[in-house]
């Protein structure tokens, strides 16, 4: 492994985190370790679709491209056509230093193929086999799933430290809230019935993964004794997330709102930055409620155990099982008990738990909001 250029001397930056949104939060640290190393040089994310959905919120990225890999799940199908033009693309963006970051679980191997094609003299991953020259820097990948297993936050400062890059002045993840997304936060909560000024919980049902969706009815039971002490609670999620809401809203004997369907990623991110706390499955709400310093109650099943919620407040609910850090989008399981056996009671234990801590005083969107 020859020694990398210093990164005084670096044009152009590729990042590369190909999964979920939530996945891309989580090397936000690692991003900006790479921009504060590198501030004269380009840096640009590549990413799939829901992670691209970030773009206008991080504020060490330069540019984001989206391409679909055909590698990651979901995959996606007419390749050929699309690796060739990325690496057309790479070459003509004239990119020097490519990082490719992956879970334990990935290979980094395909696009550090298509990164050497692309003529990028610095490739630098985490890598179980010996990738000889797909990689110029190669990082030995040690991770193994299990508990004790270390935070993909720090995996990836891992990475970058491969490079001669010192960790960041800011280890939390980075997530940009713009004045405009809080002002129409504000008025999506007006026009859902909640007043300016009162403190509110965020409530997300959804995941997507049903392998990490405790089950709505459950969540609903959960909230119910937090609305009936006077808490107001907003339930958000996507187009897809509809009926989970409606589950959830219904195993309530009290008022709630929805806003689900109905938010920008933006909004969303203004509305968890004005809340007391999120309840919510292992998704990317509860990352983005990381990022912003609001509590997290996480349903956390035990599919794999490096996304916690990162330096935030938090409790981290699931019933220990034998088939855990099974990595099934799908459980297969009879009842789904990592999940299902966590009691809802203990939910709102935990909760009110987090409620009563003392926290740096938050400032709701409603006060941030300018007219």
């Not at 508990?147 to 980075?174: F, Y």
């Not at 026009?191 to 009815?217: E, N």
């Amino acid at each position: 492994m020859s020694p990398a250029p210093v990164p005084s001397a670096w044009r152009h930056v590729l990042v590369v985190r190909l999964d979920n949104m939530g996945d891309v939060l989580m090397c936000t640290p690692a991003m900006r370790a790479l921009k504060q190393a590198a501030p004269q040089a380009k840096l640009t994310l590549l990413t799939s679709p829901s992670g691209a959905r970030l773009a206008p919120h991080l504020d060490m990225v330069d540019g984001v491209t989206v391409f679909r890999a055909s590698w990651v799940k979901p995959g996606h199908t007419g390749v050929v056509d699309d690796e060739a033009d990325l690496v057309n693309w790479l070459r003509s963006e004239r990119v020097d230093v490519a990082v490719v970051m992956t879970s334990a679980t990935q290979s980094p191997l395909p696009m550090a193929m298509l990164c050497r094609m692309a003529g990028i003299p610095v490739r630098v991953a985490h890598a179980r086999e010996n990738p000889y020259a797909l990689l110029s820097h190669w990082r030995r990948d040690v991770d193994k799933l299990g508990p004790g297993m270390r935070h993909e936050v720090e995996r990836q400062l891992d990475l970058v430290g491969t490079l001669g890059v010192p960790r960041p002045d800011s280890l939390r993840l980075g997530l940009t809230v713009r004045d405009a997304d809080r002002l129409a936060a504000r008025n999506a909560l007006l026009a859902a019935g909640v007043m300016p000024g009162g403190p509110y919980i965020v409530v997300h049902p959804g995941a997507t993964a049903p392998s990490r969706r405790y089950p709505a009815a459950m969540m609903g039971e959960a909230v119910r004794g937090l609305v009936a002490e006077g808490w107001t609670c907003v339930f958000c999620g996507s187009e897809d997330e509809r009926e989970a809401v409606r589950t959830a809203r219904e195993a309530i004997a009290g008022p709630t709102a929805d806003l689900c369907a109905q938010l920008t990623l933006g909004e969303l991110a203004a509305l968890i930055e004005g809340a007391s706390l999120l309840i919510g499955n292992n998704s990317g709400p509860a990352h983005m409620a990381a990022a912003l310093g609001t509590p997290v109650v996480c349903l956390y099943a035990l599919t794999n155990p490096q996304h916690t919620p990162w330096q935030v407040p938090a409790r981290v609910m699931s019933h220990d099982v034998p088939c855990r850090d099974c990595l099934q989008s799908v459980c297969p399981q009879p009842g789904h008990p990592c999940l299902r056996n966590v009691a809802p009671h203990d939910v709102a234990i935990a909760a009110r738990t987090l409620l009563a801590q003392p926290l740096a005083p938050v400032e709701p969107v409603h006060a941030r909001a300018t007219c």
